[in-house]
């Protein structure tokens, strides 16, 4: 790899790379019996119907929609709306360490995350760890949400560096096949151990 290829940047997806993230966290609490949970996420408030608003889709829209669909569940989909922060109640182990150390070594970072506009303001006023971060594209805002190659386009316009420079972590194989599509480099994002290995086999993360 020659230089000019090597990353010099590092780009974090949020949900299940930086913050624990799933619907179920919250509706647990609210729903006792585990087979109507799990009938619940897979057919009311579903990761697939939640997507939307990472696609830019207002509550105001969904939510209305969803309870003339679903009457009966009304005051479960506003919890949804309502209670969203529950969604996501702690750090995934050890990423934290490894951003503070990116950080001390000067090394620029950068945020892509499919997250709603709507549940923005108040996930990131609670966040002191992206404290630093130089830009974070939000789906949200951009009314796009990854693999779809146009918000990989808005990140590199936004970032200031070419693909090349750019090592993306996500949970999801499907997003870094798109980044690397692109001539991003990419970290399918398991556990921190992993993430830590491969950074610092690229001399992105100093030794502890």
Known sequence: MSDTNKPTAVVFDIGRVIIRWDLRYLFAKLIDDPAELDWFLA?????QWH???DEGRPLSEMVPERIARFPEHAALIEAYATRFAETYPEHIPGTLDIIV??????????G?????ADFWPEFIANQPV????RNIVVSGHENVAKPDPAIYAIAEDRFGLPPSNLFFIDDKPENIAAAKARGWHGHVFTGADGLEAELSALNL???R
Request: charged letters at 10%; glycine letters at 14%.
């Open 101 to 110: 150390r990116l950080k001390a070594a000067g090394v620029p970072l950068f």
């Open 112 to 116: 892509l995350s499919n997250f709603g």
């Open 130 to 133: 992206f404290g630093g971060f």
């Open 205 to 207: 993360l100093p030794p």
């Open 51 to 53: 997507h939307q608003q």
């Open 43 to 47: 057919n009311v408030v579903t990761e």
